[in-house]
């Protein structure tokens, strides 16, 4: 066994190598299993998940431990996302039970690619080493790129699938450049060592090149504007459990990318960086939310909701301070049983007779299915921001965290941006309540998709009313990233 390897790395890597070998013993049960027999790899996948949760639970820490010789570093913050990455790939499974039925498509390679990417996103998250992080994120991009087009005779679903791709790949080609200046200005691609060297060289211009660079690759990924043109065509034209992993999940995974590179390899550039991030933040809420004004296909116009979103994210980076990043741990948490339920209501509409992704088919959802109806309803006013919804208090704490790091004036756009959202989240409202044109056969509620709801209804309604164990969690997270307050001065 090399000498830099041992097995107290192979324990605390545990959640990652039960997610592993559980992905390839679903390829192998895919191989064994007839095509009209596989619904039950579904149930294994979730079965896999919940293993890596409890083995992510089982081996965490009280005090954040080392692995690998500083490749990776398990800790509170890490664990908080693997948490999230973990939810949101058993409610993927939930979503996709009766929709890849419907669709003819097949659940092994499926479940195989969601657990992947799974695999990528918890690297990405205890990454402490730019390879390591940037490996983490190739594992799930291709993961990626393989579902947006998992459904072949769909013109859409291949049209998503090229365009992210090709889109993708140029982004990581700018990110990759990004990371080797910082590696031949610094000698090393550890987090911690780039920190103490970057700091000892000023504001280099081969440094700032180098930073522009990282915020576009990493802007791609979270889709903050200008770098956001591909996630309305790849999220209307993915299956739609795939896009409702993909604003999840993958999102989730890049802001932790993120928030490791930045506040970990880069702190002593916070006066740069700060000011890029706060001009994306700003361009990025205003013109998700504008965009998402005109449109009438809902995974389009969730789409533009999902950028908007980034915006208000980037405000925890901008504050800089350990309060900021845990406005943004708590924001994404919620963000999860928002979102994941939103799309919940959309795979609904999913028919034999009907696509179900234009506003149109919510006509009279509420006559037909009023448990659905009124879970979207709430969902619609938790992504809006109203209370006692959990959207609210995520939205608060944030707003207040840009208030307490005294960008008053970006918690003000923040709060008008959040106002104007409310105009095409209530229109969700006006068809489901107030239109009766209803097309095509009754929505069927299926086992997997009932879980799900009620998993995201509880969710955003308890983190309304009571969140404060979420807090402290988020907290103690945050506390483990070993944020002090890097923020620049304001301007």
């Given at each position: 066994m090399p000498g830099w390897f041992s097995l107290n790395d192979l324990y605390y890597i545990l959640p990652e190598l039960v997610l592993a070998v559980g992905?390839?013993?679903?390829?192998?049960?895919?191989?064994?299993?007839?095509?009209?027999?596989?619904?039950?790899?579904?149930?294994?996948?979730?079965?896999?998940l919940a293993a890596s949760a409890l083995a992510m639970i089982a081996v965490t820490p009280d005090a954040p431990v080392n692995v690998?010789?500083?490749?990776?570093?398990?800790?509170?913050?890490?664990?908080?996302?693997?948490?999230?990455?973990?939810?949101s790939a058993v409610l993927t499974l939930l979503l996709s039970m009766r929709y890849l039925d419907m669709e003819g498509a097949r659940h092994g390679e499926y479940v195989f690619l969601v657990l992947c990417a799974t695999l990528g996103m918890m690297f990405m998250a205890t990454g402490t080493d730019l390879i390591t992080i940037f490996v983490g994120l190739e594992t799930?991009?291709?993961?990626?790129?393989?579902?947006?087009?998992?459904?072949?005779?769909?013109?859409?679903?291949?049209?998503?699938?090229?365009?992210y791709f090709l889109l993708g790949t140029f982004s990581l080609g700018i990110l990759l450049y990004g990371i080797s200046i910082l590696y031949g200005m610094s000698g090393t691609t550890n987090l911690r060592a780039l920190a103490i060297a970057v700091a000892d060289q000023g504001r280099d211009p081969w440094l700032i090149l180098a930073l522009i660079l990282v915020v576009a690759g990493i802007g791609f990924k979270i889709?903050?504007?200008?770098?956001?043109?591909?996630?309305?065509?790849v999220y209307e034209g993915a299956p739609t459990p795939i896009t409702a992993f993909l604003s999840v999940g993958s999102k989730a995974a890049s802001f932790a990318m993120l928030l490791r590179i930045f506040l970990e390899g880069l702190p002593s550039l916070s006066a740069d960086w700060t000011i890029l991030f706060y001009v994306l933040s700003v361009v990025t809420m205003?013109?998700?939310?504008?965009?998402?004004?005109?449109?009438?296909?809902?995974?389009?116009?969730?789409?533009?909701?999902?950028?908007?979103?980034?915006?208000?994210?980037?405000?925890?980076?901008?504050?800089?301070?350990?309060?900021?990043?845990?406005?943004?741990?708590?924001?994404?948490?919620?963000?999860?049983?928002?979102?994941?339920?939103?799309?919940?209501?959309?795979?609904?509409?999913?028919?034999?007779?009907?696509?179900?992704?234009?506003?149109?088919?919510?006509?009279?959802?509420?006559?037909?299915?009023?448990?659905p109806a009124v879970a979207m309803l709430i969902f619609m006013l938790s992504l809006g921001g109203i209370p006692p919804t959990a959207g609210f208090m995520g939205k608060f704490w944030l707003f207040s965290a840009a208030i307490d790091a005294n960008y008053v004036w970006l918690a003000v756009l923040g709060v008008v941006n959040s106002a104007i959202s409310l105009y095409y989240y209530l229109r969700v409202v006006?068809?489901?309540?107030?239109?009766?044109?209803?097309?095509?056969?009754?929505?069927?509620?299926?086992?997997?998709?009932?879980?799900?709801?009620?998993?995201?209804?509880?969710?955003?309604?308890?983190?309304?009313?009571?969140?404060?164990?979420?807090?402290?969690?988020?907290?103690?997270?945050?506390r483990a990233l070993g944020v002090v307050g890097v923020a620049a001065t304001p301007f």
């Amino acid at each position: 066994m090399p000498g830099w390897f041992s097995l107290n790395d192979l324990y605390y890597i545990l959640p990652e190598l039960v997610l592993a070998v559980g992905a390839l013993a679903t390829l192998v049960a895919t191989a064994l299993t007839r095509r009209s027999r596989q619904a039950w790899l579904s149930w294994l996948g979730i079965g896999v998940l919940a293993a890596s949760a409890l083995a992510m639970i089982a081996v965490t820490p009280d005090a954040p431990v080392n692995v690998a010789r500083g490749l990776l570093s398990i800790d509170g913050f890490s664990t908080f996302f693997k948490a999230i990455f973990l939810l949101s790939a058993v409610l993927t499974l939930l979503l996709s039970m009766r929709y890849l039925d419907m669709e003819g498509a097949r659940h092994g390679e499926y479940v195989f690619l969601v657990l992947c990417a799974t695999l990528g996103m918890m690297f990405m998250a205890t990454g402490t080493d730019l390879i390591t992080i940037f490996v983490g994120l190739e594992t799930m991009a291709i993961a990626f790129y393989i579902l947006a087009g998992l459904l072949k005779p769909d013109r859409r679903s291949n049209e998503a699938a090229v365009k992210y791709f090709l889109l993708g790949t140029f982004s990581l080609g700018i990110l990759l450049y990004g990371i080797s200046i910082l590696y031949g200005m610094s000698g090393t691609t550890n987090l911690r060592a780039l920190a103490i060297a970057v700091a000892d060289q000023g504001r280099d211009p081969w440094l700032i090149l180098a930073l522009i660079l990282v915020v576009a690759g990493i802007g791609f990924k979270i889709a903050a504007v200008p770098f956001h043109m591909w996630a309305p065509d790849v999220y209307e034209g993915a299956p739609t459990p795939i896009t409702a992993f993909l604003s999840v999940g993958s999102k989730a995974a890049s802001f932790a990318m993120l928030l490791r590179i930045f506040l970990e390899g880069l702190p002593s550039l916070s006066a740069d960086w700060t000011i890029l991030f706060y001009v994306l933040s700003v361009v990025t809420m205003t013109v998700g939310n504008i965009a998402a004004l005109t449109q009438s296909n809902i995974k389009r116009m969730l789409a533009y909701s999902s950028i908007a979103h980034a915006g208000y994210l980037l405000i925890g980076v901008i504050a800089g301070t350990s309060r900021g990043v845990a406005a943004m741990l708590i924001y994404l948490a919620i963000y999860a049983f928002m979102q994941f339920g939103a799309f919940a209501v959309v795979i609904l509409l999913r028919r034999a007779d009907a696509i179900g992704d234009e506003l149109k088919d919510l006509s009279g959802l509420y006559a037909r299915q009023p448990f659905p109806a009124v879970a979207m309803l709430i969902f619609m006013l938790s992504l809006g921001g109203i209370p006692p919804t959990a959207g609210f208090m995520g939205k608060f704490w944030l707003f207040s965290a840009a208030i307490d790091a005294n960008y008053v004036w970006l918690a003000v756009l923040g709060v008008v941006n959040s106002a104007i959202s409310l105009y095409y989240y209530l229109r969700v409202v006006v068809f489901m309540f107030m239109k009766n044109e209803a097309a095509g056969s009754q929505p069927v509620l299926s086992p997997g998709l009932a879980v799900a709801l009620v998993v995201t209804l509880a969710g955003t309604l308890v983190l309304g009313v009571y969140p404060r164990p979420l807090f402290e969690l988020a907290e103690f997270s945050a506390r483990a990233l070993g944020v002090v307050g890097v923020a620049a001065t304001p301007f």
